[in-house]
């Protein structure tokens, strides 16, 4: 599976983005899919996954209620929907994919895509 984040950008806080993560194989479907994210100067953290089938979702606690994420399998594609921005989101996104739910949580990820970098200013 080859991954490609992009969507990110410069926001004001308070402000919205949608990240977008394309997916290529005809086994995306097959994956678990997440958010990781690396702030400057600091290690990667979970943001968000979402299982295979889109019917279950978690968030770190950081993110709960701010950020959503989703999948369209018919389009090979998981997006996160982030609202209520805040300084201290900012950060390079990864999307990353794995077949077991744990691992990706962990951040022992089988496939990972580049990063899209989101700024929010305060």
């Known amino acids: 599976v080859q991954l490609q984040a992009f969507g990110g950008g410069l926001v004001q806080a308070g402000g919205s983005l949608r990240l977008s993560c394309a997916a290529s194989g005809r086994t995306f479907s097959s994956y678990h899919m997440g958010w990781i994210r690396q702030a400057p100067g600091k290690e990667r953290e979970f943001v968000a996954i979402i299982t295979w089938s889109g019917t279950s979702t978690g968030y770190a606690d950081s993110v709960k209620g701010r950020f959503t994420i989703s999948r369209d399998n018919a389009k090979n594609t998981v997006y996160l929907q982030m609202n209520s921005l805040k300084p201290e989101d900012t950060a390079v996104y990864y999307c990353?994919?794995?077949?077991?739910?744990?691992?990706?949580?962990?951040?022992?990820?089988?496939?990972w895509g580049q990063g899209t970098e989101v700024t929010v200013s305060s």
């Open positions: 990353a994919a794995d077949i077991r739910y744990e691992d990706l949580v962990r951040l022992r990820c089988d496939y």
